[in-house]
């Protein structure tokens, strides 16, 4: 979902780094192939992901939502050399496809995947993180960052996608809505934390970008 006017967000596309030739293909099969091809990040958002990245040069990525691969190619870009991207989807019928797309890559050697349980998988994973990218079920937005936090290295950055839910934080909470009152949750527990500086970003769905200090 774009909050922007259809022009507006054409124009800052349009003078935005050009889309990989990978991605194009990659976004292309998805929407020819996989359910619910609106959970891709996209150009705008994916361009966005990868400069963040390079500007940080993370040793050490973590990504909760693989989908079909788009983001972790995207965070991908900015890996330190030997840095590695740890990805993580509870899809199984998912891995064959994003695989495909990480084989194809210059990133193929720095990128693991996971299918299973992220909650579980997280805690058997023993490294700092220095960059982390929530994308994942809603409900378990405030469990992941819990989780993450004191794995965190510091000068670290989580981002964390989706975070206006279509525009739902500033309408009524309707009864047995989860989703959305999670992500409330979420939303205020990144403002309050003090082992964190948060700025959330209108874009698309909603981003916010959180440093650890």
Known sequence: M??????????????????????QELTKETWQKILNPRMLSGHFQGRILAILSKIKQPKNILEIGTYTGYSALCLAEGLSKNGILHTIDCNEELKEFSNKYFEKSDFKDQIVQYTGNALDIISTINVGFDLVFIDADKPNYCNYFNIIIDKMNKGGIILSDNVLWSGKVVEELKPNDESTEVILQYNKLLKDDKRVETVLLPIRDGLTVSLVI
Do not use: C, M, R
Not at 3 to 20: C, G, M, Q, R
């Open 2 to 23: 774009n909050f922007l006017p259809k022009k507006i967000d054409t124009y800052a596309v349009n003078h935005s780094e050009d889309e990989p030739k990978l991605l």
